[in-house]
């Protein structure tokens, strides 16, 4: 089973008319105990990937679900 389950995960930003991706279509899980390393280049979106799963962020789509509650759902009270 996955401790924490990322699925279709995407972020967006409105610059004007243009939409910006910082992250497009995530989807991965780890299962507890299990040692993960998040790679790219700067500007390829890990900080803010982090920060969704750590619930300092909200995905503009998709679900981030730890230890079977979708975090995608919560509220900023909840996330906190």
Known sequence: ???I???NCTKTYQMGDSTIYANKDISFSIKQGELVIILG???AGKSTLLNIIGGMDTNTSGNV???GN???QYNK???T
Do not use: A, H, N
């Open 77 to 79: 009270r909840q996330l």
């Open 41 to 43: 280049t700067s500007g």
């Open 5 to 7: 389950e990322v699925k």
């Open 70 to 72: 979708d975090i995608s």
């Open 65 to 67: 679900i730890i230890d």
């Open 1 to 3: 089973m996955s401790y």
